[in-house]
């Protein structure tokens, strides 16, 4: 093996079988009946004997138009992550830094790694997970390459767009707002109104989260012709299948029928902040969230998780033991019922009673 894949371990999600999963920050409510009905038309009408269109040139038309920027301004992959990968796979590289706002998505250091990619890692406030935003304009100019996440995965909290354009002035390289979780925030919170004059920023997005389409798998970059053409030189042809391509655009015909799932998780989020703010005499701390998901810190952080596994069957994401998230669980807002029932386990947990 390259001595830079062999140091690694294959991505584990920690997914297992469980009734309640708000591990993953997918939106479980149910599906809008049109779109659904759109995606399997769309999927039934749809030959696979030939080889997709390289470059998804309806799909890519249908993003740009939605977003009122030029295809050649838009390009789509297998899920954001694969868009990640090529980003780093093209600006990324020895001597090519990567600038990351830690605590964040460990996606990227894992492909930073593995393309032999050194990272510079600038530590958020340990306590807020504010960026010191002068630290990080002063860090950008070493940097060929900067992630920002906005919202923050995990953290929750936003970057501001000024922010963003700081960044963008001070970068000699490519500046990435990854905006997965974008259409859970306020709005006005989007980069994307700083292309126009940034032609070194590029905003990601994906269907995986607000749009319902994790399985499906489609996530697409907004950026200057030049930088989606860097991406387009490095990519797999075929990645995007005929299936996916049919269905994501059935997706985003059909997009504006997902607001009430999005309002709903926003809704959710907020009183399921609440009520785990209460439990703070009990150890609890919780951070507001401009995400589909709550990051939390508790005693026994590891503990609590197994027993949410074990005995109420609630599956979330243990990350008590990442740097600058000890004792901290990930929860995604789900439906009414999936937070009622990971409050009450987590308010029988903190009390010491057995279920
Ligand atoms: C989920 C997520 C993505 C992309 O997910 P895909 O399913 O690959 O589209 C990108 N960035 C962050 C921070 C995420 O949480």
Redesign the pocket.
């Known amino acids: 093996m390259r001595p830079a894949a062999a140091v690694l371990e294959p991505y584990d999600a920690a997914f297992s079988q469980a009734h309640i999963n708000l591990s993953a ?1 997918e939106n479980d409510y149910p599906m809008p009946a049109a779109a659904r009905e759109a995606i399997d038309a769309a999927i039934a009408r749809t030959p696979t004997n030939r080889y997709p269109i390289a470059m998804a040139d309806e799909l890519r038309e249908a993003i740009a138009a939605w977003h009122g920027i030029g295809k050649d301004q838009v390009i789509v992959g297998n ?3 694969e868009l ?1 990968f090529n980003l780093i796979l093209a600006f990324g590289g020895t001597d090519r830094p990567l600038l990351v706002l830690a605590p964040t ?1 460990s ?1 990227y250091e894992l492909y930073a790694k593995l393309l032999e990619t050194p990272v510079i890692r600038l530590w958020r406030d340990p306590d807020t997970f504010g960026v010191d935003e002068d630290r990080a304009v002063e860090a950008a100019g070493r940097a060929n390459l900067i992630i920002v ?1 906005t919202p923050n ?1 995990p953290t929750g909290n936003l970057s501001s767009p000024e922010f963003v354009a700081r960044l963008c002035d001070a970068c000699p390289g490519i500046v990435l707002a ?1 905006e ?2 974008i259409e859970f925030a306020e709005k006005g919170s989007s980069s994307e109104g700083l292309l126009v004059a940034h032609d070194n920023l590029s905003v ?1 997005r ?1 269907l ?2 607000a749009y319902q389409f ?1 399985g499906g ?1 489609l ?1 697409y970059a907004l950026a200057s012709a030049d930088v989606i053409a860097a991406l387009a030189a490095v990519r797999q042809p075929y990645s995007v299948s005929v299936l996916a391509q049919a269905a994501a655009l059935a997706v985003i015909e059909h997009r504006f029928e997902f607001q009430h799932s999005i309002d709903r998780i926003r809704q959710e989020r907020q009183r399921t902040l609440l009520a785990l703010a209460s439990l703070s005499d009990m150890g609890l701390r919780v951070w507001p969230s401009s995400a589909n998901f709550l990051l939390v810190r508790l005693p026994h952080a590891a503990e609590a998780r197994a027993r949410l596994r074990d005995e109420f069957s609630i599956l979330v994401r243990d990350l008590s033991d990442t740097p600058g998230l000890t004792g901290c669980l990930r929860i995604t807002v789900g439906r009414p019922d999936e937070n009622d029932a990971v409050i009450g386990a987590i308010t029988t947990i903190l009390r010491g009673e057995s279920q």
Do not use: E, I, W
């Open positions: 920050n899920g954001g992550d990640l998505f996606v996440t995965n990854d997965a979780y990601l994906t995986s989260k994790a798998r996530g």
